[in-house]
């Protein structure tokens, strides 16, 4: 696996409107802030594969508190990751919905641990 699988990521999340923020994650990782108010960021396990963590305001992303989280095995190859992680951002992420209140309601990943 290599770094194209963080910086595909990092920039899918810019074109999708995340904005980048200023706060670096456990291993100085880019985080990035979305308009439901969550903080993101992709990072690289030492051999579970990648991970999609989310933090639920700046205070949180700022100490690294992160929930949410979405790992991706490294036995898939760098095209299905990288792929997987885009369908699932679009899917949990980007599809927020209006619940009967009017409030954004956010859906949580697959896993959340």
């Not at 594969?49 to 979405?70: H, L, P, Q, V, W």
């Not at 490294?74 to 990288?82: C, D, L, N, S, Y």
Request: hydrophobic share 30%.
């Amino acid at each position: 696996m290599s770094d194209r699988v963080i910086q595909e990521i990092q920039d899918f999340f810019l074109t999708n409107n995340f904005e980048e923020t200023d706060l670096r994650g456990y291993k100085n990782e880019k985080i990035f802030k979305y308009k439901d108010g969550f903080y993101y960021m992709i990072s690289q396990g030492e051999k579970a594969g990648y991970y999609i963590e989310a933090a639920s305001n700046k205070e949180e992303a700022k100490n690294r508190i992160f929930e949410d989280t979405e790992r991706y095995p490294v036995p898939w190859g760098t095209i299905e990751i990288i792929d997987d992680i885009k369908k699932d951002i679009k899917k949990y992420i980007l599809k927020n919905k209006i619940n009967m209140t009017g409030e954004t309601e956010t859906t949580t990943f697959r896993y959340a641990t």
